[in-house]
């Protein structure tokens, strides 16, 4: 058995910080992510969150260009929330995502409740723009464009190509309105292949496309991948973008309604559904941190942290605060335990806290077990605990637990 203690002074302040989201290109000086256990990441209702700038967003993209290596990225707005609290399959596209960025106000907004330092929205739309213009390499970045409405995507290609930028369109294509297995033809995955595109932008409502994207990543050559919904309109020009000053007010649903009526139906359920996620979760879990930083401010500090393996599995201990600020001290130690390939067990029975930052972690652990094939069990959970991981939209991992 291997342990390590953690602990940190008094005088320290509690997890919950702010942090300068970097907006400029070229600015950002972190360093490339090794693995997905290196990504800060926070749980936000159920959805991973990456705390990144836009620069290193657009590095990140410019890595998995050169080196052919498959890069899905998810922008996750109110819509995306709302949809992955009631879509399994929808949820797991962004659980399985490379990177997770917060595309809308009211991310943000929650975000600020309960005490995740993510300040700076990073739609879809401002990476494209900012690709169009900011290239750390002389060739321009090759896209392909799949989706949309009919010939806004040949409209944006020509668009984009008649312009001297970072971005050049090597091919698109209206798959028409088919279902996702319709999509997925052979021959439609071949001719995207073909093309020999860096980066694939998918447009086609954010159930389907991020059902579409996940359901074929393992037969995409093209490395980076993405549904960025509306900016494939915004390009061809059939749909404006709000001005600066309603996006930066969160008024920019006003906008898409005014450019497209249609959509008052979709803003008006998801404003509902975000009313009820305030008072059924948001607010509770607020109330939750508040007695948190209670519980720092009375020394419970240290976070002690074992695992063991076993036959056929791997046991992780924490005894203690599981919060941010023990995160970057134990990262090892679940890659340690991953290296095994075995199913994990995580024992919470002496847990006394576990925040949206040690929750990230903990999805981020997921995910690599989900592909090494093995599973995630949490085991121990108090029923304060367990009101936590429900409460922040995690009681799906909490299923493996009742059936093991």
């Not at 919950?16 to 992510?33: E, H, M, N």
């Not at 969150?49 to 290193?56: N, R």
């Not at 190509?161 to 279902?179: D, I, K, Q, R, T």
């Not at 439609?188 to 447009?203: M, Q, R």
Request: glycine share 10%; net charge positive.
């Amino acid at each position: 058995m291997r342990t390590w203690s953690v602990t940190t002074g008094k005088e320290a302040a509690p997890y919950c910080q702010d942090v300068t989201l970097d907006v400029g290109v070229g600015s950002d000086a972190s360093p490339a992510r090794a693995d997905d256990l290196s990504r800060e990441v926070y749980c936000i209702l159920g959805v991973p969150v990456d705390a990144v700038g836009i620069s290193s967003v657009l590095r990140s993209i410019e890595t998995a260009a050169v080196g052919k290596k498959p890069f899905f990225l998810s922008t996750p707005n109110l819509n995306f929330l709302v949809n992955s609290q009631l879509d399994s399959d929808f949820r797991e596209s962004l659980l399985m995502s490379d990177m997770c960025l917060p595309d809308g106000m009211p991310i943000l907004g929650i975000a600020r409740l309960i005490g995740v330092p993510i300040r700076t929205r990073i739609p879809g739309s401002d990476i494209f723009d900012a690709l169009k213009c900011a290239r750390t390499s002389a060739k321009p970045l090759k896209i392909f464009l799949f989706g949309g409405p009919e010939d806004a995507a040949a409209t944006a290609s020509r668009a984009l190509n008649a312009e001297a930028g970072g971005l050049y369109c090597v091919g698109s294509l209206y798959p028409g309105f088919g279902s996702v297995d319709e999509m997925s033809r052979g021959d439609i995955i071949d001719d995207i292949n073909a093309s020999g595109a860096d980066f694939l932008v998918a447009s086609l409502g954010a159930r389907k496309g991020q059902s579409w994207l996940q359901r074929n990543h393992h037969r995409f050559l093209i490395p980076v991948r993405a549904h960025l919904g509306a900016t494939l309109n915004f390009q061809a020009g059939t749909v404006r973008r709000a001005p600066s000053i309603m996006q930066r007010y969160g008024l920019e649903w006003l906008w898409r309604i005014k450019e497209e009526p249609y959509l008052w139906r979709r803003y008006w359920h998801d404003g509902k559904a975000l009313l009820r996620l305030l008072f059924s979760r948001v607010l509770p879990l607020a109330i939750r941190l508040w007695w948190l930083r209670l519980g720092y401010q009375r020394g419970g500090q240290d976070l002690v942290v074992t695992w063991a393996p076993g036959h056929g599995s791997v046991t992780v201990s924490l005894s203690g605060f599981a919060v941010a600020r023990h995160v970057d001290r134990i990262v090892s130690v679940f890659r340690d335990a991953l290296a095994t390939k075995k199913r994990m067990f995580v024992d919470l029975s002496e847990t006394c806290a576990i925040d949206a930052r040690f929750l990230g972690l903990l999805l981020m652990v997921r995910k690599q077990l989900t592909a090494s094939g093995v599973g995630l069990i949490f085991i121990g959970l108090s029923p304060a605990l367990e009101s936590i991981f429900r409460l922040n939209g995690l009681g799906f991992l909490l299923v493996s637990q009742e059936s093991a």
